[in-house]
């Protein structure tokens, strides 16, 4: 099993422009999840998902959108890159929401300038 | 929301030391509790956790507490060793999981 797998592993984009990070999960997980870590701030939490066409806001949704259409893939859409967005996002699946252990991605590393 | 303060920002220890980690938490409906360590430039993985009806769990060098009438609890990591050396994560939650902002423990052999 491959776990969770994020594409681009690095990726610069301008101001303005728009991308996707890309997230799949080979352990038929229900439960998706998008985290953004900034130096000092831990992980906080963009969107959810808990199965295929469920999606919701986490914390700091603002500046992104997301889809679920199958099981396995979880895309995050940034829609118009801002400085503010430079960060490092992690996805991550588990078998449940909360009591159960997140498996996360290697990461995406995000500049925008 | 939840809020999940940790402390402290940094823990430097001698190899073989105890080390510990405290994170509060404000929401009363919490009921999970995990611990995550990251190593530089990797991601986060489970190392221990603990769950709302129960106080204590451990896991060899590992153990967590949990006092939910003072909404704490904490990492005890015993006999250090450099691998340990790493960026540690407290969460809490019971829809979705909130984050605290991390330990970075140094092992210094």
């Known amino acids: 099993n491959a776990g969770v797998t994020q594409t681009p592993k690095f990726q610069v984009l301008k101001t303005g422009q728009s991308m996707t990070l890309q997230c799949a999960q080979d352990?038929?997980?229900?439960?998706m999840s998008w985290y953004r870590q900034d130096p000092g701030m831990g992980l906080r939490l963009i969107h959810y998902?808990?199965?295929?066409?469920?999606?919701d806001q986490g914390e700091v949704p603002n500046g992104y959108n997301v889809s679920r259409s199958t099981t396995e893939d979880f895309p995050l859409r940034l829609l118009s890159a801002a400085p503010s967005q430079t960060s490092v996002y992690f996805c991550?699946?588990?078998?449940?929401?909360?009591?159960?252990?997140?498996?996360f991605g290697p990461g995406t590393r995000l500049t925008v300038t | 929301g939840e809020n999940v303060e940790q402390h402290p920002s940094t823990l430097s220890v001698q190899e073989g030391d105890s080390a510990v980690i405290k994170c509060t938490y404000s929401?009363?409906?919490?009921?999970?509790f995990p611990w995550y360590k990251q190593e530089l430039g990797k991601r986060p993985q489970l190392i221990i956790d603990?769950?709302?009806?129960?106080g204590e769990k451990k896991d060899q060098r590992i153990a967590v507490t949990l006092n939910k009438t003072a909404k704490h609890f904490s990492l005890h990591i015993t006999e250090t060793q450099p691998e340990d050396s790493a960026v540690y994560f407290c969460?809490?939650?019971?829809?979705?999981?909130?984050f605290g902002k991390g330990t970075m423990l140094l092992v210094s052999p």
């Open positions: 991550a699946s588990s078998s449940g929401l909360v009591s159960y252990e997140q498996y």
């Open positions: 603990i769950r709302s009806n129960v």
């Open positions: 969460a809490g939650g019971y829809s979705t999981l909130t």
């Open positions: 998902s808990v199965g295929a066409g469920i999606t």
């Open positions: 929401d009363s409906a919490s009921n999970y």
């Open positions: 352990m038929n997980h229900e439960y």
